[in-house]
T-cell receptor, first 114, second 113 residues
Framework: EPEVTQTPSHQVTQMGQEVILRCVPISNHLYFYWYRQILGQKVEFLVSFYNNEISEKSEIFDDQFSVERPDGSNFTLKIRSTKLEDSAMYFC????????????FGPGTRLTVT | GNSVTQMEGPVTLSEEAFLTINCTYTATGYPSLFWYVQYPGEGLQLLLKATKADDKGSNKGFEATYRKETTSFHLEKGSVQVSDSAVYFCALTSFSSASKIIFGSGTRLSIRP
């Protein structure tokens, strides 16, 4: 069964450093998403991406964040200058069509900022 | 705005007990409703869904019915197993919130042998 993959599974970085989290969505999917889950808290939407541009973003997704689909398979989330409060589990998801179609989630990348 | 409120945890039950995790929602329009499960150390998996009023989603012995009149989508299972221990998230999407999923705060379920 096709699945969303994410790398790395765990990333440790120092405050102020840039990180890139990588995702490979399911191949025939057209919508891509990033969510995050701070330890012990709810899963929060960050951004959705369609047709090579952001279709929606949350208040969390400020100028420190960016997303890119650099080739036909990868979807990346970049945090330019990490802060302690960016420590969280980051989930990538993809779906065939945006509204009300099932989103398939990857296993997540745990980001630890020290 | 749209939101999901679910039963606070943790919930601890004995094996073979009956499970109910309450979930209510606030949304404009006609949302689709979901239950996601997160097993220890793993990502989010869709457990079941319902896309319109009175629909019943079911999977792995779990059920939830979309109740528009009470804006609820309670998760139930008749006989839980130790392997059901996980965190359960109620969630919704709606046209007014585009394609993003809005999650509840999660309920941690622990099953004693």
């Amino acid at each position: 069964e096709p699945e969303v993959t994410q790398t790395p599974s765990h990333q440790v970085t120092q405050m102020g450093q840039e990180v890139i989290l990588r995702c490979v969505p399911i191949s025939n999917h057209l919508y891509f998403y990033w969510y995050r889950q701070i330890l012990g808290q709810k899963v929060e939407f960050l951004v959705s991406f369609y047709n090579n541009e952001i279709s929606e973003k949350s208040e969390i997704f400020d100028d420190q964040f960016s997303v890119e689909r650099p080739d036909g398979s990868n979807f990346t989330l970049k945090i330019r200058s990490t802060k302690l409060e960016d420590s969280a589990m980051y989930f990538c998801a993809s779906s065939e069509v945006g509204q009300n179609y099932e989103q398939y989630f990857g296993p997540g990348t745990r980001l630890t900022v020290t | 705005g749209n939101s999901v409120t679910q039963m606070e945890g943790p919930v601890t039950l004995s094996e073979e007990a009956f499970l109910t995790i309450n979930c209510t929602y606030t949304a404009t329009g006609y949302p689709s409703l979901f239950w996601y499960v997160q097993y220890p150390g793993e990502g989010l998996q869709l457990l079941l869904k319902a896309t319109k009023a009175d629909d019943k989603g079911s999977n792995k012995g779990f059920e939830a019915t979309y109740r528009k009149e009470t804006t609820s989508f309670h998760l139930e299972k008749g006989s839980v197993q130790v392997s059901d221990s996980a965190v359960y998230f109620c969630a919704l999407t709606s046209f007014s919130s585009a394609s993003k999923i809005i999650f509840g705060s999660g309920t941690r379920l622990s099953i004693r042998p």
